[in-house]
Nanobody, 123 residues
Framework: VQLQASGGGLVQVGGSMRLSCEASERTFSGVIMAWFRQAPGKEREFVGAQTWNGRSTRYADSVKGRFTISGDNAKKTKYLQMSSLKPEDTAVYYC?????????????????WGQGTQVTVSS
């Protein structure tokens, strides 16, 4: 299984950006897709997770109300829509996947990872 993340870049404070994570090869009916981020000198941080069917979603408190996860099953793609961006949202963002039904917040519970995509929020 491969995950391909894309959509990062530079955005101003208060702006919006959408990240994409495309999965390859297999069907994902029993998979959790998650987003994590890592800022320089910090631990990898949970951002949000969603079941592949989109019925259950969980967000970190720091992004709740600003970030939204959605998906397009036909394209095997999950999206992270980010709005009202803050400088502290600056990080490398990763998408990840795991089998199962638990919206786990621990990075070590995710087996599949995409490459990171840099998001920089400038003031």
């Amino acid at each position: 299984v491969q995950l391909q993340a894309s959509g990062g870049g530079l955005v101003q404070v208060g702006g919006s950006m959408r990240l994409s994570c495309e999965a390859s090869e297999r069907t994902f009916s029993g998979v959790i897709m998650a987003w994590f981020r890592q800022a320089p000198g910090k631990e990898r941080e949970f951002v949000g997770a969603q079941t592949w069917n989109g019925r259950s979603t969980r967000y970190a408190d720091s992004v709740k109300g600003r970030f939204t996860i959605s998906g397009d099953n036909a394209k095997k793609t999950k999206y992270l829509q980010m709005s009202s961006l803050k400088p502290e949202d600056t990080a490398v963002y990763y998408c990840a996947a795991r089998d199962g039904s638990v919206l786990d917040t621990s990075a070590d519970q995710y087996f599949y990872w995409g490459q990171g995509t840099q998001v920089t929020v400038s003031s």
